[in-house]
């Protein structure tokens, strides 16, 4: 069935740096492609999407562009702030079609003053 | 807008005993997610309602897990009884239309914390 694997966390850094988290998926045709956010003590949030191959999603700073050749859909963030520190899920609808969502198994973000 | 409500927000019982967990949607939301979170990993689907029908619940384990979603809104997720493994955050998540774009974006309440002892 349809998967994704994101890179292991926890991933530390201090503010200001260059951000990027992994994302490969497997999956039948040309599926959307999203990264969530889960911030602590919070419920996870869409922070962005990309529907087909090389779209680009965006939002807050961070960007993600699907890449059917390399099977991609990394994260990216030119200046991680402290305030971002979250654990991040790469996503996309299950292969039944029905639109729930298969999820990695997210990348923990921690960003350091 | 209010988001997705859930309540209680932290659970803890003994093995054997059971939970009830509720879910408010967004208003207008037809399709609802449960998705079990346990530590360390992603949210995986137990049940898919479409207004008040079934759509998926091929991941529930359905000898201890029951879920209904009476009059198409609110919709409670039950455990009886609960196991060791069970510890986990319950996920409720809606979105508008599941006939609408494969985009249609879910939103997630704060989920329900659940330790089991």
């Known amino acids: 069935g349809d998967s994704v694997t994101q890179m292991e966390g926890p991933v530390t850094l201090s503010e200001e740096a260059f951000l990027t988290i992994n994302c490969t998926y497997t999956?039948?045709?040309?599926?959307?492609l999203f990264w969530y956010v889960q911030y602590p003590g919070e419920g996870l949030q869409l922070l962005l999407k990309?529907?087909?191959?090389?779209d680009k999603g965006s939002n807050k700073g961070f960007e993600a562009t699907y890449r059917k050749e390399t099977t991609s859909f990394h994260l990216e963030k030119g200046s991680v702030q402290v305030s971002d520190s979250a654990v991040y899920f790469c996503?996309?609808?299950?292969?039944?079609?029905?639109?729930?969502?298969?999820f990695g198994s997210g990348t923990r973000l921690q960003v350091q003053p | 807008e209010a988001g997705v409500a859930q309540s209680p927000r932290y659970k803890i019982i003994e093995k054997r005993q059971s939970v009830a967990f509720w879910c408010n949607p967004i208003?207008?939301?037809?399709?609802l997610y449960w998705y079990q979170q346990i530590l360390g990993q992603g949210p995986k689907l137990l049940i898919q309602?479409?207004?008040?029908?079934?759509?998926?619940d091929s991941q529930l384990p359905k000898d201890r897990f029951s879920a209904e979603r009476l009059k198409g809104v609110d919709s409670t997720l039950k455990i009886q009884p609960a196991k060791l493994e069970d510890s986990a955050v319950y996920l409720c998540?809606?979105?508008?239309?599941?006939?609408?774009?494969?985009?249609?974006?879910?939103?997630f309440g704060p989920g329900t914390r659940l330790t089991v002892l």
């Open positions: 996503a996309l609808p299950t292969d039944t079609g029905r639109r729930a969502l298969t």
């Open positions: 999956a039948t045709g040309y599926p959307s």
């Open positions: 309602f479409q207004n008040n029908g079934v759509v998926d």
């Open positions: 990309a529907t087909k191959a090389d």
């Open positions: 998540a809606s979105s508008l239309d599941l006939q609408g774009p494969s985009t249609d974006t879910q939103y």
């Open positions: 208003s207008g939301h037809a399709t």
